[in-house]
């Protein structure tokens, strides 16, 4: 069980730094909150599935992108999001 939940911390860090280099790349945009959290929650749930599976974190998000899983977790993710946001 520990193994999952540090599996979720260490993708939620990359997903932040990938949220970073994204922001930093993109001259003359604004940073925004909402893109960076999103992008934490998706590096979180590859994290997570990659301890739960014994995968590296890059074996983890290949597995979920061949099989259509990261698409999915996209848009239950953006689904949920505007609930929330919208009420």
Excluded: N, P
């Amino acid at each position: 069980m520990f193994e999952v939940v540090k599996g979720i911390l260490v993708g939620a860090c990359l997903g932040a730094v990938t949220a970073l280099i994204g922001y930093a790349k993109s001259a003359g945009e604004s940073f925004e909150l909402e893109k960076a959290i999103q992008t934490v929650i998706v590096g979180a749930f590859v994290g997570g599935f990659g301890s739960y599976a014994g995968m590296t974190y890059q074996q983890s998000f290949d597995y979920l992108t061949s099989i259509g899983a990261i698409t999915v977790v996209e848009y239950l993710k953006k689904a949920v999001w505007r609930r929330i946001k919208h009420g």
